[in-house]
Structures are given as C-alpha cells and as structure tokens.
C-alpha cells in the first residue's frame, strides 16, 4: 500500500477553511496537536512525531485561499516537506511551544490581532499563548465537518484499508471452517489445539500485518456472552453451536481505517443465533436501502431499528437487543461524523459503516457491518465480503 510520498501523494481541500474564515471575519485557522490528533493529521497528512506540532491557515487579501504552515520540528524537516500538501513547512523558533509558533506564522502572514478559530480539541496551552500574543481564540467545527465528505483519493485509501480487513475476515471464517468439535469436551479445535478467541484474533492479525495495515488494537473477537460485548479484546474459549463475532477495524499508513463485521457459529443448533442473524440481516438490507443523499441520518438507524422490533428484539436497550446506533462516519478516525442518530441528511461523499446487530450476555451476539460511501442515488460498497452463518472456506 503506497505511503503519502511521490505520486501517491494524500492532499487536502482546505476550502471548507476558506469558507470557515470568510462566514466568522477570522484571520486564520490554528491547530495544535501530535500524530495522534485526527484532525491534525487530516490537515497536514504529516504522520510524526509525538510531541506537539502547529498547522496555520492565514487568510488572504484578495483570495479565496488560505496561505497554510505546518510549523514542524527541525528533524522531521524531510518528511515534512515529503508529506505536507499546503503553502509552507516552517522549521523556525525551535525552543518555542507550538502555539507561540503559530502565532508567530499568524504574525508574520500579516496579522497581529484578530479571530483564530481552532478545533475543539486544541490544547489548552496553545489557546493560551493565541490569546496572549493578542488574538480572539474561538471554536470551530470546520475541520470536522470537512472531513465527513471525502474526496476520490481519500476514497482509494479507505477501499484499500477495507480490503485488508476484508482479508482478515476471510481468514478467521476459513481458520472457523477448519476447526473441528469436541463433544465430550464442549470445545471447538483447530490446528492440534483449543481454539479460542485470541487465536482467531492473531490469525487476523497476521493477515493485515502482510498487507500493509495495523489491527491498532481494534481486532474484536468474541464467543459467546463475550459476542455481546461490543468491543471485547480479551481471551475466550470458543464453544460449538455459540456465536463467534469479529469486528476488523485496521488503520493504513495514511492514517484511513477500514471496519468490518461478521458473525459465525461452528455448528450451530439453529436456535436463538438463528433467529438473530435471520433479524440482523434483514435490519441490514433495511438501513442500506434508506442510504442516499439527502436522507436524514436518523433514517437510516429508525429502518434497521423498526426492522429488529419486528423480529421480536427490543431496540435502545442498554445490554439485551439492538444497543447502539446502526453506523457511524470513518476516516482518518474509526469513529467521527456523520453520527446515524443525528437528523442532519447524508451528504454525497460521507463514509459510514451500516451495522445492526443484537445482543444477549446469556446468548450471546450478532453483528453484520459493512463500510459504504454515499452517493446521490443511494450508496457503493467499499468493499464486500459474503454473509453465511455457518463458516466456510471460501476461494
């Protein structure tokens, strides 16, 4: 998977900033943060280090584009200038804190006083040396908002990332498929040994490794009551007949994620795991159909919602049934906007997963989830992989 460097190079639309500055009468657009801000690293696509960092977005006099700074340390310089997609990488005033560097960018673009807008998230320092270099430090939510519509290469970045965890699932059905049950022991086997759910998880783990991605710790197995927690990560024996849920949510070098969930059962008895895959899927394809711009977010979670209740499964319930929203948006966070609760309409260019699912601690749990861009008539996938309860080894 090709990295931000050279052809393959990751920019960014800052006119929703222009847009930003113009409606507010700011002067610029500051954040401060390291690798680990999201937003940070949509703005730069600057992917180091981990100590803080400044981007600056001046207004200009007679344009409609914003001259952007990444103020970046000194030994980062190469990479820097290698990854940053704006105006200028500033390695000046080295021993000063991001947020006095930033204002320091500000002053030297022309502006000495003013309306900054950060994000919401801006360290409480950097707000501090803004307000004190003399500007009116205000929040904004722009940069969110930007990044719920992204562009055709971000597109290609979350297709690729999809299709590693694609890859991941696959080889935890196939490992499903290959196990064996002990009867007398109340055990599923595979490979000379017990198989439990840290097994299964390194089995998906090694695949995204060998295909560019990190599991960033967000490879969730679980078996049985622990396929009702939703974002278990521990060790558990897998057993036959119970539900075995794995949610595949990798991040790629450019900082896009994928998500993915499926739900199997090594011989099951067609009982309540039945019923409720039977449920999650017809909730499924009740969400996707309402998916398309101009749709109330909210919609698309009311469809699946009404759909579980007709199966006979309580929904907006805090531990048995559907427990929480239907999807959520993903990029360069797992989880950021749109939310599928909120009733603002779907935009042509959001992502977001679509993922019912229904749960009981005494029975366990079912999940089907899919990543989708929504177009103006409806949705694409950003990746498929086939539905069955029963695993099998697929070519």
């Known amino acids: 998977m090709p990295g931000a460097d050279g052809a393959d190079r990751l920019g ?32 730069t696509r600057f992917s180091g280090p981990d100590r803080d960092y400044a981007f600056v977005a001046g207004a200009v006099a007679g344009s409609d584009d914003p001259h952007t700074a990444l103020c970046a340390p000194a030994l980062f310089d190469e990479q820097a200038r ?33 309306t900054v807008l950060v994000p919401q998230g801006i360290p409480h320092d950097a707000a501090v040396y803004l307000e004190d270099a003399g500007y009116e430090v205000t929040s904004t939510d722009a940069v969110a908002r930007a990044r719920e519509t992204k562009t055709d290469a971000e597109l290609d970045r979350l297709r690729r990332v999809q299709r590693a965890a694609i890859r991941g699932i696959r080889r935890a059905e196939t490992v499903l498929a290959e196990a064996t ?114 749709v109330p977010a909210s919609t698309v979670h009311e469809e699946a919602a009404a759909e579980l209740a007709a199966h006979g499964f309580r929904v907006d319930s805090d ?49 089907l989830e899919d990543l989708v861009v929504v177009a103006e008539d409806g949705f694409e996938f950003l990746g498929e992989y086939p539905f069955s309860l029963v695993p099998r080894e697929r070519v």
Do not use: C, K, M
Not at 333 to 352: I, K, R
């Open 12 to 43: 960014t639309d800052y006119g929703p900033l222009a847009a930003a500055l113009a409606d507010r009468d700011a002067v610029g657009v500051v954040a401060v943060g390291d690798r680990f801000d999201d937003d940070l690293r949509y703005l």
């Open 82 to 114: 290698r990854e940053f997609p704006g105006d200028e990488v500033r390695t000046d005033r080295q021993g000063d804190p991001a947020g006095v560097r930033a204002a320091a960018a500000l002053a030297d673009a022309g502006h000495d006083s003013g």
């Open 181 to 294: 049950v002990d009867a007398d022991a109340d055990e599923v086997r595979w490979n000379g040994g017990v198989l439990s759910t840290e097994r299964l998880r390194r089995q998906v783990n090694e695949v995204l490794a060998a295909h560019g991605v990190r599991d960033a710790g967000n490879t969730v197995v679980g078996a049985g009551a622990t396929a009702a927690d939703l974002h278990y990560t521990g060790t558990d024996v897998i057993r036959p007949g119970e539900t075995v849920l794995l949610d595949v949510s990798p991040r790629g070098p450019d900082g896009y994620y994928g998500d993915v969930t499926r739900t199997f059962a090594v011989d099951p008895d067609g009982g309540w795991e039945r019923r409720a895959y039977l449920a999650v899927e017809a909730a499924r394809e009740a969400a996707l159909e309402a998916v398309a711009a101009g």
């Open 319 to 367: 531990e048995v049934g559907f427990t929480h929203s239907t999807g959520h948006g993903v990029g360069v966070s797992l989880h950021e906007g749109p939310s599928l609760t909120a009733d603002e309409p779907l935009e042509a260019g959001n992502v977001l997963t679509v993922e019912p699912g229904v749960y009981d601690p005494a029975e366990g749990g079912v999940r």
